[in-house]
């Protein structure tokens, strides 16, 4: 069964706008991923937040984590017409396993 | 560097037909295997993963089945087809803080 929720689950922004998306879970957790799909290909992995760290950065994206709440943010600042994708939170539970979200469709327009 | 081959990248096969989908890992020696399937517009179902050579472990009853022959070859396969089956399939390694997808075969049971 899927444990991470993503919402919303389609964002259309303009060029330069920042996009947030959220994830939620419902169980406990050692860390949390989030990765990119574009069209018709596979996942690349983009950041990876740990059940102890309640920020993190990379480049462009900001990712948050309320473990309370059991709910993460990813951010894209300054989002380009190349953010087009579908983004996936996935957590890990410790079991060998990712349990991945039904994700959330990103759309740039120039 | 860490590769994954898929093959082939899309499928059409009838109804009753057989399967044999095909995952092959370059750059790490017993690496954790995974199979997802993805149907349209939604996550990724984890459908088997695999620790070792010969160990699998199913997540979900279907009509598939998987195999490990060799360290870094992950076969996925099916007797006959049903319509259900039709969906993006993803072979993925587990890294050390990221999972590793290939490329993804489309399948489309007719």
């Known amino acids: 069964s899927q444990q991470g929720e993503e919402d919303p689950q389609a964002l259309s922004i303009q060029e330069g706008e920042n996009a947030t998306m959220n994830c939620s879970y419902k169980t406990s957790i050692n860390n949390l991923q989030w990765y990119r799909q574009n069209s018709g290909r596979g996942l690349v992995h983009l950041i990876l937040?740990?059940?102890?760290?309640r920020e993190k950065h990379s480049g462009r994206l900001r990712v948050t984590l309320d473990t309370s709440k059991k709910s993460s943010s990813l951010l894209i600042t300054a989002s380009r017409a190349a953010d087009t994708a579908s983004y996936f939170c996935a957590t890990d539970l410790g079991d060998y396993k990712l349990s991945f979200g039904a994700g959330t469709t990103v759309t740039v327009r120039a | 560097s860490q590769t994954i081959h898929q093959w082939p990248a899309t499928l059409v096969q009838p109804v009753g037909s057989p399967l044999s989908l095909e995952c092959t890992v370059e750059?790490?020696?017993?690496?954790?295997l995974y199979w997802y399937r993805q149907a349209a517009g939604r996550g990724l179902q984890l459908l088997f993963y695999?620790?070792?050579?010969?160990?699998i472990s199913s997540e979900v009853p279907q009509n598939l089945s998987a195999s490990r022959p060799q360290d870094r070859q992950f076969i996925l396969s099916s007797k006959k087809l049903l319509l259900s089956d039709s969906g993006f399939y993803l072979c993925a390694r587990q890294g050390i803080t990221e999972a590793f997808f290939g490329q993804g075969t489309r399948l489309t049971v007719v």
């Open positions: 750059g790490t020696s017993n690496p954790n």
């Open positions: 695999s620790v070792g050579i010969g160990q």
């Open positions: 937040i740990r059940s102890n760290e």
